[in-house]
């Protein structure tokens, strides 16, 4: 379902959120992808990962985007973050690799 609306025409744009959660003591890294679609904006849950292979993010969303809408690249606007100075420096590699 994502990927067949991620592709179709209709959808000419979306944007990357990223945050950064704990859950049972360990820390997360959470993306999610915004876009509007059939007059409604939509807010989908990609993907959740440990910290621990955060050397590795960048790959694994490239990878996802990828199998998911080949195109992402032209239709990828904006990234996101919860703008907590922990997160940007975290994931400050990453998200200069997305844009």
Same mark, same amino acid.
């Given at each position: &379902?994502? $990927? $067949?609306?991620?592709?179709?025409? $209709?959808?000419?744009?979306?944007?990357?959120v990223n945050d950064?959660?704990?859950?049972?003591?360990?820390?997360?890294?959470?993306?999610?992808?915004?876009?509007?679609?059939?007059?409604?904006?939509?807010?989908?849950?990609?993907?959740?990962?440990?910290?621990?292979? $955060?050397?590795?993010?960048?790959?694994?969303i490239a990878r996802?985007?990828?199998?998911?809408?080949?195109?992402?690249?032209?239709?990828?606007?904006?990234?996101?973050?919860d703008d907590e100075?922990? &997160?940007?420096?975290?994931?400050?590699?990453?998200?200069?690799?997305?844009?």
């Amino acid at each position: &379902m994502l $990927s $067949s609306i991620l592709n179709n025409n $209709s959808t000419c744009a979306f944007a990357l959120v990223n945050d950064d959660f704990i859950y049972y003591n360990r820390s997360y890294f959470d993306n999610r992808v915004r876009f509007y679609h059939n007059d409604t904006l939509h807010n989908f849950h990609l993907v959740a990962m440990p910290h621990h292979i $955060s050397k590795n993010i960048y790959e694994l969303i490239a990878r996802l985007l990828n199998i998911l809408c080949s195109s992402w690249r032209t239709k990828f606007i904006d990234l996101r973050s919860d703008d907590e100075n922990t &997160m940007t420096r975290k994931f400050q590699d990453v998200i200069t690799q997305l844009e």
